[in-house]
Structure formats: structure tokens, C-alpha cells
């Protein structure tokens, strides 16, 4: 994992038009990918990096955003986050919060109740099981 992890503070500031509760926001989890915070408000918001491991971050960030929005009309009994906002990060904010230059974008979505990926994640070691369960999340 990158040291340029990213605090709930500065994250609140470089993000300030986009509505989001004040921090201090709980930290779900921290991996080669991105961060993820709960802001307490019944959201998540989740920074993804610009390279991780298993292809690249642009990818990464448009292929789950595409799949929250289709996940959007699905009915019956699946249970899918429901996406909020996404965007990319703008050279501007990675003026404003240097640390942000290492992230391509940022979704936020709602939560479900259950485990995290991190919770998940800490019972696997294996590098391949790891990369297949971020995959199927």
C-alpha cells in the first residue's frame, strides 16, 4: 500500500461542493486500491488510485461506477449499493491536497450493512484468493 494514505480532514476539504458531513469520518478500510470512509451519514466514500496491481485505476474507477449505476434498477432480493456521485480528481484538487495526486477518482454510494472488503481481506493471504475477492466485490 502507498504511504500517501489520505485523512477524512483534508479529503472533507478538497471535496467541500459535494455535500458531505463534517469528519471525523470512520476509516472501512485501506488497500493497494484506494481508501474507504464512512462519513456516518448512510454513505460510503471511496478513493481509488491510479495504478494497484490488477489493471489500471481509470478502469478500475469507470467499470464500478458503470455497475453501480446498472445495479441501480435492480429489483427483488438483491442487495446493491446504490451510487451517489462520482467524479474524477481534478488536477486542482490535487494542487489543493497534494496527497490527492495518487488517486484518479472518487465514488460515493450507500452502504450496506455487512462485512467490509478489509474484514474480508484480513482472512485471506493468498495473493490470488485476494485479487478474486476484490474482483467479485
Not at 25 to 45: E, K
Not at 57 to 74: C, D, K, W
Not at 91 to 96: K, S
Amino acid at each position: 500500500m502507498s504511504s500517501t494514505a489520505v485523512s477524512d480532514t483534508h479529503l472533507h476539504a478538497a471535496l467541500a461542493d459535494n455535500n458531505l458531513p463534517p469528519p471525523p469520518w470512520a476509516t472501512l478500510g485501506a488497500g493497494v486500491w484506494g481508501q474507504v470512509f464512512d462519513p456516518g451519514d448512510g454513505t460510503v466514500l471511496k478513493l481509488v488510485r491510479h495504478t494497484g496491481g490488477i489493471g489500471s485505476g481509470a478502469a478500475i474507477f469507470s467499470t464500478e461506477v458503470t455497475a453501480l449505476r446498472a445495479a441501480g434498477g435492480l429489483g427483488g432480493d438483491v442487495q446493491a449499493a446504490r451510487l451517489l456521485d462520482a467524479a474524477s480528481i481534478s488536477p486542482d484538487a490535487e494542487i489543493q491536497t497534494p496527497r490527492l495526486k495518487d488517486y484518479c477518482g472518487w465514488i460515493r454510494m450507500s452502504k450496506l450493512p455487512g462485512r467490509t472488503a478489509s474484514d474480508i481481506l484480513n482472512h485471506t493471504s493468498d495473493q490470488e484468493q485476494r485479487a478474486g475477492v476484490m474482483r467479485r466485490l
